[in-house]
């Protein structure tokens, strides 16, 4: 099937992990991957909102080619038996990732550390609600998605929104700026 060829940039900070306290803790190992996997999400825009089910979805998609391409190679790589238990192709959509990084947002948010440290500190006081805090103990589901006026309204938008990055692209290629 022939190889494939992965390449990073200039600047590699690797280091060991072990076990029996040989390398970086798990809070240490856990900020590193959370710091990265948030970086590299918001530089690449982090995929779409919405699973691709076809090629055609991909190559329809509104990102740009960099993000395209990481979508393609989740989908061509969930097509080998050794990558099948990862379902690259159904997270496609989210570069292979099924976490929650597109819903950080790193304007209004806090670090994964500082969510940690505060989870910590609530389970140590033994969380008890505060004087005047209601507690609801049932949930039920009240529904999903938007409203049929509100699917319409989307629709259109993401129309719009794609269009006018076409004809900015028709003219940047007029230009000569864009290949």
């Not at 805090?133 to 039920?140: G, L, N, S, Y």
């Amino acid at each position: 099937m022939g190889e494939w060829v992965l390449r990073w940039g200039a600047q590699v900070d690797a280091r060991p992990l072990g076990t029996n306290g040989a390398g970086p803790d798990d809070d240490a190992v856990a900020a590193y991957v959370a710091k990265y996997v948030t970086n590299g999400a918001s530089e690449t825009g982090a995929g779409i909102d919405h699973r691709v089910t076809t090629w055609d979805g991909i190559e329809s998609a509104p990102v740009n080619e960099h993000v395209r391409t990481l979508m393609r190679t989740c989908w061509r790589l969930s097509g080998l038996p050794e990558y099948a238990p990862l379902r690259l192709r159904a997270w496609a959509h989210t570069l292979g990732y099924r976490g929650h990084i597109l819903t950080k947002s790193r304007a209004y948010s806090t670090t994964y550390a500082a969510l940690r440290t505060d989870r910590a500190a609530h389970r140590k006081d033994g969380a008890e609600p505060g004087e005047g805090t209601v507690t609801e103990a049932t949930w039920r589901y009240a529904g999903s998605g938007h409203t049929p006026g509100a699917a319409q309204f989307a629709a259109g938008s993401a129309e719009d929104l794609s269009r006018n990055r076409e004809f900015a692209h028709e003219a940047m290629n007029e230009q000569g700026r864009c290949e």
